[in-house]
């Protein structure tokens, strides 16, 4: 599942050329900062979680099989990094931050919104966000905003693909009953 490209930079890397892995650093930096970021809700965190997944990726390269891709691996190692890093500060896992136009990939919560301004929306959808639990933000947020499959997302959380379609379809859900709950008590108000 790995690409040509990234069993390529393995190979560089596994053969003692250091510099390779920058190809790495270069190529996920970012998306693995946005996982790491929405869990931690801290920038200087979320880069030492990125940074120490690295650097496990690099120190752990000869034991990638290439089941997966490299990328859903490092997401992983991310992932449970950030967790770990929660559970150890001891603290909640605040609401995600999203962009304006990711709205238009949570069609079916549109029509809950429609008669709210589009600022309003923002809070709206930061606040029902901040209602689930990290699993459930997690895992929308991966299907939705970072475009992962059901099966990538099922290897970064490390539940099964099943688990993985039933928690987004209950995210979903729940997640929808809050919008459409904060659209009736808007228009009521």
Do not use: P
């Amino acid at each position: 599942m790995t690409s040509q490209k990234d069993k390529e930079y393995i190979k560089r890397v596994l053969e003692g050329n250091t510099n390779a892995f920058s190809y790495f650093v270069d190529t996920y930096q970012d998306l693995a900062f946005t996982v790491a970021i929405r869990i931690l809700k801290n920038r200087e965190e979320a880069e030492d979680v990125v940074q120490d997944a690295f650097i496990k990726c690099y120190h752990s390269l000869r034991s990638f099989k290439g089941d997966s891709k490299f990328s859903t691996w490092l997401y992983r190692i991310v992932y449970h990094s950030a967790l770990d890093k929660c559970r150890k500060n001891d603290r909640n896992v605040a609401t995600i931050v999203i962009e304006e136009a990711s709205y238009k990939q949570l069609d079916e919560v549109d029509n809950a919104l429609d008669m709210l301004e589009s600022k309003e929306r923002i809070k709206v959808i930061k606040d029902a966000l901040g209602k689930l639990d990290t699993e459930e933000q997690t895992i929308i947020t991966l299907y939705y905003f970072d475009d992962l499959s059901i099966k990538e997302i099922a290897a970064i959380v490390d539940i099964s693909a099943d688990n993985v379609k039933i928690k987004l379809f209950r995210a979903r859900k729940k997640l929808f009953k809050i919008l459409k709950n904060k659209s009736e008590l808007n228009i009521n108000l």
